[in-house]
């Protein structure tokens, strides 16, 4: 078998985008469009809300904890196994819901078991991806990223008509026949193998290696306190709006318009990450920065217009954010190591999640309103911006491409007698 | 036309009814109207209890105020008495006493004004609405199923369930079974579960709402299905991804076959190419070019 140099760049790879595309749509989108069951869950299982919303949340963090478990299994077996399993997983438990009589059950169906699926299929997709694109990973990324803004727009409506044609146990079966196609995205991901491959070792050694690499574990925090403040104002907005006077129907507009301008930060950040040379760092930094004084001036804004310009500028730089994040690990750690040191950064980012909104309601419920949910919001991302700041390379001009490669050819001269002309190139 | 000086609060009500009914609670509803036809003038009342209700007309006529004639209609029965009329400025009133205390006095009542060009005022009393539900219900052959009515501020005295067989409606729960139990945690709302449902449960069921004043109903819409529906569905998608995986693995390994053969060639090359390149380092662009096209397969 052949090694690569180089992702290809191209090619291929956009099939893996076209296959990340669609993954992203089918498990955020499911999860995030999921609440329109919820008003079904609870009538027919005659329970309240707060115990209905466990399913989502249990599903959430079964995907963000199980990240590793797919990281592990990719390195070893490759994406493509790893991720078919996980798609099939993912259908059987939506599958095995249909059935469910008690609410324990929805607990275990979806929860446990379509969270695992979940988990093996979104990071070894994306890590799958960032092997595939060095110079245009940043707008490969967007791209794909895009699916979970558009899914959410198309999966609300077509549930809701699901639930209106079949109840919840036929609407359940057939968003697990939506799910089985991650199967087939996942037929997508040709394996590619790249000449770090073998220096890097095994799954157990990547991740030991990796738990002693400085930037790594700055990066992480960085990405564990941004994502803390991240998800706040999606779950806050419409409650801050509605008490400040908005009705429902404008509020749920608004939320609209900021998915979009999310839609095309995405994409302008993507194509940006690979147009400006230097490392990808700076830029999450900005748009992080960018994104946590918006929050910050939230509580200021009480005018209709202040707010709605407000919340496309969120919209955009929350968006903008998402794919620099992703490109900037394969900078830190190499194409080799992608798999477990994405798998590494998905569960421990996810505490940062987990805590970010309980304690939010929580400030909220200790002061009134919703000001200080958002200046700490605002906060943890500066905080997470300041420590991207010590990242290696930030100052540096030029891109940091000669990394990966330095580390091929360190190890090449001692392990495997390739031919040096091949890989001098840039 | 009959004028009063009386003002419009005393009425010349029979004494009995004063005495009798001067406990119930007084509901005042009135109606503008111009002379403009266009315009329909009518007010739905809602009644639940028995109650003193007075009815108020209020006209402004172009012309003369004298020339304008005042009737009151139950339907289409001509009252005789139980109303009066008054002028003040402009403005002609006009205004109808009723007792409600049963389903008799309930429907609509209508006050005219005129006689050639008649203007028309309507009340229609009624008893308050009953919300079942708009969509139908959907469930699956051995579910079971709770069907709800709500009333939104009334309480009826007593709820009955049917069901509806074309155009008749039979009642439900008469002999007491497993299958239908009617319960309710508040007066105004009733529920109906049915266990074991199968597909001649299928249809609209009425639940009604018995007032002092009459009764009032609402209809849910119940449709059954099978598990085959969804089923066939699910079935058909999952063929469509098994077809679609099927395709994209045996492309690869079509490509895979096609480049394969031409592969071991290219391997050889480089192997002698190599000791040409220590040797002649001219000629670099021909033999790298080459040599990356292998590497990178």
Known sequence: MAYRAEPPDGGWGWMVVLSAFFQSALVFGVLRSFGVFFVEFVAAFEEPAARVSWIASIGIAVQQFGSPVGSVLST??????????????????????????????????????????????????????????????????????????????????????????????????????????????????????????????????????????????????????????????????????????????????????????DLVGRVASGWLGDAVPGPVARLLMLWTTLTGVILALYPVAEVPTGLV??????????????????????????????????????????????LGAPLSGYLRDVTGNYTASFVVAGAFLLAG??????????????????????????????????????LGED | MRTKAAPITSLPVREEMTTKYSNLTLESHSISMTERPNMPAE?????????????????????????????????????????????????????????????????????????????????????????GKNKPLITYVGDSVVLICKCQDCLPLNWTWYTGNGSVQVPIGVPVNDKYVISGKHANETKLKITQLSEDDQGTYWCHAIFELGESEGHVELVVLSYLVPLKAFCAIAAEVVLLVAIILLFEKYTQKKKKPSDDGKEIEQGEQLKLDDSNGIENSGPRHRKNESVGQ
């Open chain 2, 43 to 131: 007010k739905n009342i809602t009644l639940e209890r028995p109650s003193n209700v007075e009815l108020t007309c209020q006209f402004t006529p172009s012309g003369n105020l004298n020339s304008v004639n005042v009737t009151w209609k139950k339907g289409d029965k001509l009252l005789e008495d139980n109303y009066l009329v008054n002028a003040t400025g402009s403005i002609l009133y006009t205004q109808y006493r009723v007792a409600v205390i049963n389903s008799k006095q309930m429907g609509s009542y209508s006050c005219f004004f005129g006689e050639k060009k008649q203007q028309r005022g309507t009340f229609n009393l009624k008893v308050p609405e009953i919300n």
């Open chain 1, 76 to 261: 070893k077996f490759g994406p493509r196994p790893v991720v078919m399993t996980g798609g099939i997983l993912a259908a059987l438990g939506m599958l095995l819901a249909s059935f469910a009589t008690s609410l324990t059950h929805l607990y275990l169906s979806i929860g446990l078991l379509s969270g695992s699926g979940w988990a093996l299929t979104f990071t070894p997709t994306l890590a799958c991806l960032s092997r595939y694109f060095s110079r245009r990973r940043s707008l490969a990324t967007g791209l794909a990223l895009t699916g979970v803004g558009l899914s959410s727009f198309a999966f609300a409506p077509l549930f809701q008509w699901l639930l209106n044609h079949y109840a919840w146990r036929g609407a359940l079966l057939l968003v697990s026949a939506l799910s089985l196609h991650l199967v087939a995205c996942g037929a997508l991901l040709r394996p590619l193998s790249l000449a770090e491959d073998p220096v890097v070792g095994g799954p157990g050694a990547q991740i030991t290696s990796l738990l002693c690499h400085g930037p790594f574990l700055r990066y992480t925090i960085a990405i564990t306190l941004i994502n803390t403040g991240y998800f706040i104002p999606y779950v806050h907005l419409v409650a801050h709006l509605r008490d400040l006077g908005w009705d429902p129907l404008p509020a749920a507009f608004l939320l609209s318009v900021a998915a979009i301008s």
């Open chain 1, 309 to 354: 310009a407000l919340t496309v500028a969120y919209g955009f730089t929350s968006g903008a954010l998402t794919p620099v994040a992703f490109s900037v690990l394969p900078e830190l750690v190499g194409t080799g190591k992608i798999y477990c040191g994405l798998g590494l950064v998905q569960m421990v980012e996810s505490i940062g999640g987990l």
């Open chain 1, 385 to 422: 911006s300041g420590v991207l700041i010590t990242l290696p390379h930030f100052f540096c001009v030029s891109a940091p491409t000669s990394k990966p490669q330095d580390l091929v050819t360190e190890a090449l001269d001692t392990k495997v007698p390739l031919p040096e002309e091949g």
